[in-house]
């Protein structure tokens, strides 16, 4: 079995609305950003980037509710690409699982 899973911690920059499926299925999407300091070839660099993080499910959607922009939070979840159109897959949204 193939892995993907990803643990990332930032702040919430963009809460868009709640919105349904077709098959009642809640989904919100946020947009992540992280700052940090790794170590890469044994030399500090600093670390940019942002994220759109899907959240779906009734489970999350309370979790989701106490959040607002500026919020500090770390998600643990998936990668996949973010449409269908997106052949290439190199567009990618995080899957959250998990939310704290």
Known sequence: MESNQLVISGVVLEL???RVTPGGVPIRTLLLEHRSRQVE???????FCRIKV??????LQA?????QVGSRI???GFLARSGYKDDEGIRLNLHAQHIE
């Open 54 to 59: 899907e959240i779906r499910g009734p489970d």
């Open 74 to 76: 770390t998600v643990t």
């Open 41 to 47: 070839v044994g030399t500090p660099r600093e670390v």
């Open 63 to 67: 979790v989701i509710e106490s959040l």
């Open 16 to 18: 868009q609305a709640l």
